[in-house]
């Protein structure tokens, strides 16, 4: 009999990292990361400031190449030799970062029509159609016209978020994304990416807001000095916590 679990929805791997592993100069930051990703699944990274999460992210999505191991996004095996591979596989791969980066110079819709347009050879008009629709799900659909510099950074985020989904990518990556908002900001942003969850997008985010870890994601995954520390489901780590250095970092955010 086939068991189960693969029949199940979901099941689908859409990140594999084997064994991953990075340095800059002589200083290791990822110390071999075994990480599979499910389709649909949330993972919340949690650790240390210079445990590695960033550069984890930059390398499931190509900004960062690595020195060992194995990566597989959507099925495809991601050389770390290969720039061309690279390229390919950040078409797959959205990454919304704590900064907004919008291009200044284009209205709201144009940034999101961007990317369509010019990678995926997508007419105006269809892209268009796609932002609106995309705008209207961050709920902005009266910004079309708007320039980013004339929208709250909660509302820029959003837009940001909007751009990344128009590239209907695999998995989307979220490294800090509230970080740089004001405090009465913050809750938009994150309804939104519990919106994207609960549609079933395949989230992987680096995250402070531990109470929105524990309420949205599937696993946890605290990073610790490089490696993954502890890994589970929410309700364990942070309610039981195993490894001294979990709980101290956990400790340290009160
Ligand atoms: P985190 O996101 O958990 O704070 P990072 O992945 O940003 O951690 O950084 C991990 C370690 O790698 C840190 O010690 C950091 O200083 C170092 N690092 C990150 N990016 C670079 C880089 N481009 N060049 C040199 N060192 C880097
Ligand atoms: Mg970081």
Do not use: W
């Not at 002589?26 to 993972?43: A, F, P, R, S, Y």
């Not at 997508?122 to 268009?128: G, I, W, Y």
Request: glycine share 8%; proline share 5%; charged share 25%.
């Amino acid at each position: 009999m086939v068991p189960a679990i693969d029949n199940a929805p979901g099941s689908r791997l859409v990140v594999e990292i084997t064994a991953l592993r990075k340095s800059f100069g002589e200083v290791e930051v990822l110390k071999g990361i075994d990480l599979n990703v499910h389709q649909g699944e949330v993972i919340a990274i949690i650790g240390k400031s210079g445990s590695g999460k960033s550069t984890l992210l930059r390398c499931i999505n190509g900004l960062e190449t690595f020195d060992d191991g194995a990566l597989r996004v959507d099925g495809k095996q991601l050389l770390h030799e290969s720039p061309t591979a690279m390229r390919e596989l950040r078409q797959h791969v959205g990454m919304i970062f704590q900064s907004f980066n919008l291009f200044p110079h284009l209205s709201v819709g144009r940034n999101v029509m961007l990317a369509p347009t010019l990678v995926k050879k997508r007419s105006k008009t269809e892209a268009a159609e796609r932002a609106r629709t995309l705008l209207e799900r961050v709920g902005l659909a009266d910004k079309f016209d708007a320039m980013p510099d004339q929208l709250s950074g909660g509302q820029q985020q959003r837009v940001a978020i909007a751009r990344s989904l128009a590239m209907d990518p695999a998995v989307l990556l979220c490294d800090e994304i509230t970080s740089a908002l004001d405090p009465e900001l913050v809750g938009e942003v994150l309804r939104v990416v519990e919106l994207l969850a609960q549609e079933g997008m395949t989230l992987l985010m680096v995250t402070h807001e531990m109470n929105f870890a524990r309420k949205v994601s599937d696993r946890v995954i605290f990073m610790h000095q490089g490696r993954v520390h502890e890994m589970g489901p929410p309700e364990e780590l942070f309610g039981s916590p195993r490894t001294p250095e979990l709980k101290q970092f956990l400790s340290s955010l009160h």
